[in-house]
């Protein structure tokens, strides 16, 4: 099966999705605030993977292009959630985004 | 640049306001309550005022002199459809004009002079002065006007002055209903005037006199000549109503109940004079069916008041009733076209009339305000200087020779037997019988109100006990003589009643100053409209020519009018430049007479035939008119020498014997009991109807609309709370229910809306490919 012989877009965008699927997961179910955080990280890292892939198949440096802003984005995104948590951390005493629901009502 | 005659009359005009108003306000500050404010600013007008006259009648001595001012008062722009419209004020100044402001302050400062001995000790004496001096400013606005519209202003407030001072001893009944009454009865007369006034204005869009009378010179008036009438007697009608003219002198006699000073120089003497006055200033266009009604409404005024004042028994009452016949003649001078006679006679009416007033108010003041002449007598020996004033005028007012009432009584005379020879007999005769009947009877209630108060024994033990009226010191003081506030102006008064003042010959005013300043002027109602008459007024003419022939010495007058009539001999300069038509007074009248004739005759000249004729025929009946009045005052005198001095007829049985007549006269001709079953019961009556109307009627349609309005006010209220209520009800409700339902969602967990979101994304997805395969 041509599937298994030679790698090509596919296998790229299964990992991908296989990446996004985990990331999804973590952060769906995890409770410490900061695996959650590193859930966002799979997911982003799983669109940068689509990105690559779909750049390398088609020829262009756009994608390679998005993809260098999604790490910066990346970059900036955890230095701030990071910040968040630990804010949240001083306030609540907890990293637990489970317990953390004052908002509610 | 103002002339300084208006300059001076404007200040004139001003100065008594000024009185009012620092007295009306400030009268309980000032020392004496300002009466010597009072009586020094009208001191100062009287001097102003005869500065003025010094000015105009002894130095200008023009009988044309005419001096005019005006301003715009009010200016409405281009009015669409009628075009430039403005109402003006002014001033003019003629020599009526000052004669009567010469007459007005004089007359208004002796009062004041005199009421600061009348009225001391008055609760408001201040407030009197106050209403004096606003009387005399609205007095002298009258007499300055020079147009309708500022002379109704002023004629308003002479009648607002009145109503205060009529009722200034409000706190009586009889006061307070004799000062509506006077009101109300002038309210009629003026709204005649009023409309009389507008029709003028609807014709020519101005107020002012000299405007008016060229507009009607140049045949601007196109209604019909009946509408000119109209005019006419409209304005008559505020005549009637303030000088008390029949039948609307009901209010004057009623007027007595206030202060006497104020009925001297209110209701004799001044502004009762005005309603002859502004006849006078409207003389010229009066039509001669107007004319013809002036003339009979003051012959049965001057004689209905003479036969009423025959068996009064207030001395005031006969006073008054003596005033409402006196200014009948004035009215019945200003009908027949004897004009400058009635305004002679309004002049010296208003000297001797005061000083009569002014008398009897001296009398009642020593009398302990006893007013009843049966309870006189005798006080000609305490109080010789009322006695000498008062028999002066009294003479006067009965019109004996060397008074100058007889001067003016006899030229009226003249003129209605002019008159009634003109407009050619008949029942026009019945005008100057009338005049002479009540010169008859003027001569004798005058001859007995003498009598009674001043002569035989003191009465006043004789007054029932009943009668006396709360003063319980009445009775026992000494009567005597007032104090020389008092005394001054009767002594004035009385000097100005003599002939000297007037004219150097006793018997003709003709040849004193005031005839020959003030001139009959000439009509501007063109000849052509004037009915009937002037058929006889060409035969007279003629007639006059005729007799011209024959004597020498005839008048200018009928020289004029036969030229002007037959329009033929042009050789005589005088008498073409009188048929060119020089109009209002005819200036070249007098030093032409005195050219040919000496002085027989200063009368002016006519272009209209009718007023020259009877001019004519005045003249000629001057001295009939003298006979004819000496022997019926001569009845009357002796008349009431025969009842009151002598005894020869007992007055109590005669009138027991003519009870009806006498019981007629006694009542005043009933006037109050007629109109009380007429007019006053039927207002009351249309009142009741109206308030019968307006409970029933209009109150039922207001409260029916108000229920029907209750009504669907309960249904409009019912939607409101059912139907719009209850959906903003419901719809809180339902956004209640569901936000109460929704809350569940929010968990405020973070990974519960990222699920929901997932759920949400992936629904759509899932959709998405249902929809594309």
């Known amino acids: ?105 | 640049m103002m002339h300084s005659l208006i300059q001076l009359s404007i200040i004139v005009l001003l100065l008594p306001l000024l009185s009012f108003v620092l007295l009306i306000f400030f009268n309980r500050r000032l020392p004496r309550n300002g009466d010597f404010l009072a009586v020094g600013i009208l001191g100062a007008t009287f001097a102003i005022s005869a500065w003025i006259f010094w000015d105009v009648i002894v130095i200008g001595y023009d009988p044309s002199f005419k001096l005019a001012w005006s301003f715009n008062w009010i200016d409405f722009g281009d009015v669409p459809g009628v075009g430039p419209l403005q109402i003006k004020m002014g001033i003019m100044i003629d020599n009526l004009t000052a004669i009567m402001l010469a007459m007005v302050s004089l007359i208004s400062f002796l009062v004041h002079v005199y009421s600061t001995g009348y009225m001391s000790g008055d609760k408001y004496y201040g407030r009197y002065f106050a209403y004096l001096g606003i009387f005399t400013f609205s007095m002298l606005g009258i007499v300055l006007s020079d147009n309708l519209f500022s002379i109704y202003i002023f004629w308003e407030l002479v009648g607002l002055s009145s109503y205060l001072l009529i009722g200034f001893f409000f706190e009586k009944d009889s006061a307070a209903d004799a000062q509506k009454k006077a009101f109300l009865t002038n309210r009629v007369g003026d709204i005649g005037m009023w409309l009389g006034i507008l029709i003028l204005y609807s014709q020519f869009h101005t107020f002012g006199f000299e405007e008016i009378y060229e507009h009607i010179k140049a045949g601007d008036f196109h209604m019909s000549q009946a509408w000119l009438t109209a005019a006419g007697i409209l304005l008559f009608m505020g005549c009637v109503g303030k000088s008390a003219q029949f039948p609307l002198h009901v209010w004057l006699p009623d007027a007595m109940e206030g202060p006497t000073p104020v009925s001297a120089l209110i209701h004799a003497a001044t502004m009762v004079a005005a309603g002859v006055y502004f006849v006078a200033r409207i003389f010229v266009i009066l039509t001669v069916d107007a004319l013809h009604v002036i003339a009979f409404i003051g012959a049965i005024t001057a004689f209905m008041a003479a036969t009423i004042a025959i068996t009064q028994h207030d001395i005031k009452r006969v006073l008054a009733y003596s005033t409402v016949s006196q200014l009948g003649y004035m009215v019945l001078g200003l009908g027949v076209g004897a004009y400058s006679a009635a305004l002679f006679h309004l002049l010296t009416h208003a000297f001797f009339k005061a000083c009569l007033f002014l008398g009897s108010g001296a009398i009642i003041h020593a009398m302990h305000h006893e007013q009843d002449m049966r309870w006189m007598g005798g006080l000609s020996k305490k109080m010789p200087w009322t006695f000498v004033t008062f028999t002066i005028a009294t003479l006067a007012l009965a019109g004996l020779p060397l008074t100058s009432g007889f001067m003016s009584k006899d030229a009226i005379l003249a003129g209605a037997l002019g008159f009634a020879e003109v407009e050619g007999g008949g029942i026009y005769y019945l005008i100057p019988i009338l005049g002479f009947f009540s010169a008859m009877l003027t001569a004798f209630y005058m001859g007995r109100q003498i009598w009674l108060v001043f002569f035989g024994e003191s009465r006043t033990h004789l007054k029932p006990a009943d009668e006396h009226h709360g003063h319980d010191d009445h009775g026992h003081h000494e009567v005597h003589e007032v104090p020389w506030a008092m005394r001054m102006p009767l002594v004035v008064l009385a000097a100005l009643s003599v002939f000297a003042v007037f004219s150097p010959d006793p018997l003709d005013g003709a040849k004193g100053w005031f005839m020959h300043l003030v001139q009959t002027p000439e009509t501007v109602v063109a000849a052509d409209v004037q009915h009937e008459n002037l058929n006889n007024a060409h035969h007279d003419a003629s007639v006059a020519q005729g007799e011209n022939k024959g004597a020498s010495a005839e008048t200018a007058a009928v020289e004029h009018v036969s030229d002007a009539v037959h329009g033929a001999e042009q050789e005589n300069v005088h008498a073409s430049v009188a048929a060119a038509g020089h109009s209002v007074v005819e200036e070249h009248a007098a030093p032409h007479a005195t050219d040919d004739h000496g002085d027989e005759h200063h009368g002016p000249v006519f272009n209209d035939p009718r007023q020259a004729a009877i001019a004519h025929a005045a003249h000629e009946n001057h001295d009939p008119a003298i006979m004819y009045s000496s022997i019926v005052v001569a009845l009357g005198i002796g008349l009431a020498l025969i009842v009151y001095v002598f005894g020869f007829i007992n007055p109590e049985k005669t009138a027991q014997r003519i009870r009806p007549l006498y019981l007629y006269s006694f009542n005043k001709w009933y006037w109050d009991e007629i109109y009380d079953a007429t007019v006053i019961k039927g207002s009351l009556l249309i009142s009741k109807l109206l308030a019968w109307f307006d409970n029933n009627i209009v109150d039922g349609i207001v409260n029916g609309v108000g229920a029907l309005v209750r009504k669907f006010g309960t249904a409009s209220g019912g939607f409101d709370q059912y139907v719009v209520d209850g959906m903003v009800n419901f719809t809180a409700f339902f956004v209640q229910t569901s936000g109460a339902a929704m809350k569940k969602l929010q968990t405020g967990k973070v990974q519960t809306y990222l699920v929901m979101a997932l759920v949400a994304v992936t629904g759509y997805i899932v959709y998405y490919f249902v929809q594309v395969m």
């Open chain 1, 1 to 105: 099966m041509d599937f298994f012989n030679t790698i090509g877009l596919n296998h790229y965008l299964v990992i991908s999705a296989i990446l996004f699927g985990l990331g999804l997961f973590a952060i769906v179910t995890r409770k410490n605030a900061i695996v959650v955080l590193m859930g966002v990280e799979l997911v982003l890292n799983a669109a940068n993977i689509n990105l690559l892939a779909f750049s390398k198949y088609n020829g262009g440096m756009e994608g390679v292009m998005f993809g260098l802003f999604v790490i910066v984005l990346a970059a900036a995104e955890a230095a701030i959630a990071l910040a968040i948590v630990i804010n949240m951390y001083k306030t609540f005493n907890t990293v637990d985004v489970s317990s953390i629901d004052s908002m509610k009502e």
